[in-house]
């Protein structure tokens, strides 16, 4: 009995203090933004905002260039999405449908392709803008955030096209579809998870991305959202009222992505990573 209770207890309670684990830098960070400077700079901490104040706020979005970062993250991240998932959609059809010499080899290139960090190939990755004078531009990035996306995007929705049945393709070609056709008009409608869930992925690893932009782009007018939250770190300290406030500002795009996508996107990572 008493096993019984403690083994329904402890899944619970961990559950719990990993909920907590996670929610509190964010609840932080979102009460920080609403705090006055004399709460945040306080001696004990203020763990509740009493004197609500959206000066911080206002503070970050009247920053240098906000909306130039804004449009160019936007840009960059929504191309880079929409790129790898067009290559993803035929590269993950041939893995699933074809057979081919090394096509084994290739899906385990592709795996290491994920492994690998992709701060070790900064240096590469400069030396290959500079050489092509690109620096200071947003192509690049797309191009490169693309390709840091499109191993997970491919080794997923591979997944999804090996679990639709042979059968149903074959049966729309008998009707008369080409394959071309069968495969968007019985394949690609059955892959709206995984690609809910391929491209949420997508997103969070564009829009999160600092370092390469550090690098490549030293103009603002060509730099990213990542970026203007470091501004407000000065050599007289860190405004950190304005700094969580762009922080939660920086973060609200993906938790409303996430929000609406939770479910589907949830099962297409599941679903893709078992299948196939």
């Known amino acids: 009995m008493k096993r019984s209770i403690f083994g329904r207890i402890w899944p619970n309670a961990t559950a719990v203090i990993l909920f907590v684990a996670f ?28 004197d609500v104040t959206f000066a911080h706020f206002d503070k970050a979005v009247h920053a240098d260039h906000f909306w130039t970062l804004v449009r160019n993250s936007v840009t960059v991240t929504v191309l880079a999405v929409l ?66 996306v499109l191993p997970f995007t491919i080794l997923t929705l591979r997944g999804y096209v090996a679990a639709v049945p042979r059968e149903l393709e074959e049966s729309a070609m008998v009707d008369g579809c080409t394959r071309a056709q069968a495969f968007a008009k019985v394949i690609f409608p059955l892959l709206a998870p995984g690609l809910m869930a391929t491209s949420l992925f997508g997103f969070i690893t564009a829009w999160n991305e600092f370092p390469l932009v550090l690098i490549l782009n030293k ?17 007289f300290g860190d405004d950190w009222g304005a700094t969580m406030a762009a ?23 599941t679903d893709g990573a078992v299948k196939g």
């Open 219 to 235: 103009s603002i007018e060509k730099q990213t959202l990542p970026l203007w939250i470091s501004q407000f770190r000065t050599a």
């Open 23 to 50: 929610a509190f830098p964010v609840y932080w960070m979102f009460a920080t933004a609403l705090k006055p400077t004399g709460d945040i700079i306080a001696e004990d901490p203020v763990w509740f905002p009493t």
């Open 83 to 148: 790129m790898s998932l067009a290559i993803a959609l035929f590269a993950s059809f041939a893995l699933a449908r074809m057979r081919f010499k090394g096509r084994g080899a290739f899906v385990v290139t592709f795996m290491l392709a994920q492994m690998a960090p992709w701060e070790v190939m900064i240096i590469a990755n400069y030396m290959l803008v500079r050489d092509s004078d690109m620096l200071d531009s947003l192509v690049p990035l797309t191009v490169f955030y693309m390709m840091m």
């Open 247 to 269: 922080s939660t500002l920086f973060a609200l795009p993906i938790l409303v992505l996430f929000v609406f996508l939770q479910r589907k996107a949830v099962s297409g990572l």
